[in-house]
């Protein structure tokens, strides 16, 4: 079964700076790589997502970074906002069914 | 458009008691999740269907975890008997299935049961 493993736990930036939450993965059946964020009380909701013919993608202040050979990827945000304060988390596909394996997520605070 | 629906919300129960939870999907999306999210941990699936035939139940407890989704469009996840290590928050989600029909299709969560096993 899949392992994603995520990293930092937690993260505190000032606003306005870089936000950046790093994720590894073991083996993928193909390459699909999301990322969830989710707010205290609510479910997560898709934030941006990677299908890597491409290594990085873009999408307003969030970039996803893809590092095939490493077996990781990463998520950017910046100029990091308050209203970013949040918790993030990474996903893999898993081996041998059809499913998402989800990072255990990262805490992120964004000082005013 | 509605949004994924849970109920209830909160739910305290003794250990070894049974409870029951509910979800309504997004209006027309075939493929139903149930994950089961710890705290401190990202959510783990226990159940997907797509319309009434169940896709993988793998990671469900079946010797007390138990799940339907009639006529292909709500769900009700049942525990029965609790055990203190269910404490946890259920979500229910759901994803209108593209082209592949796979794991590359957006997930839509709902807010979550919370459950608490004392």
């Known amino acids: 079964q899949q392992q994603v493993k995520q990293s930092p736990q937690s993260l505190i930036v000032q606003k306005g700076g870089i936000s950046i939450i790093n994720c590894a993965y073991e083996n993928t059946a193909f390459d699909y790589f999301p990322w969830y964020q989710q707010f205290p009380g609510k479910g997560p909701a898709l934030l941006i997502a990677?299908?890597?013919?491409?290594s990085e993608k873009k999408e307003g202040r969030f970039t996803i970074s893809f590092n095939k050979s490493a077996k990781q990827f990463s998520l950017h945000i910046m100029d990091s906002q308050p209203g970013d304060s949040a918790t993030y988390f990474c996903a893999a596909p898993d081996t041998g069914r059809r499913a998402l394996t989800f990072g255990s997520g990262t805490r992120l605070q964004v000082q005013p | 458009e509605a949004g994924v629906a849970q109920s209830p919300r909160y739910k305290i129960i003794e250990k070894r008691q049974s409870v029951a939870f509910w979800c309504n999907p997004i209006s027309g999306h075939a493929t139903l999740y149930w994950y089961q999210q710890i705290l401190g941990q990202g959510p783990k699936l226990l159940i997907q269907?797509?319309?009434?035939?169940?896709?993988?139940d793998s990671q469900l407890p079946k010797d007390r975890f138990s799940a339907e989704r009639l006529k292909g469009v709500d769900s009700t996840l049942k525990i029965q008997p609790a055990k203190l290590e269910d404490s946890a928050v259920y979500l229910c989600?759901?994803?209108?299935?593209?082209?592949?029909?796979?794991?590359?299709?957006?997930?839509?969560f709902g807010p979550g049961t919370r459950l608490t096993v004392l």
């Open positions: 989600a759901s994803s209108l299935p593209g082209l592949a029909r796979g794991i590359t299709d957006t997930q839509y």
């Open positions: 269907f797509q319309n009434n035939g169940v896709v993988d």
């Open positions: 990677i299908r890597p013919d491409v």
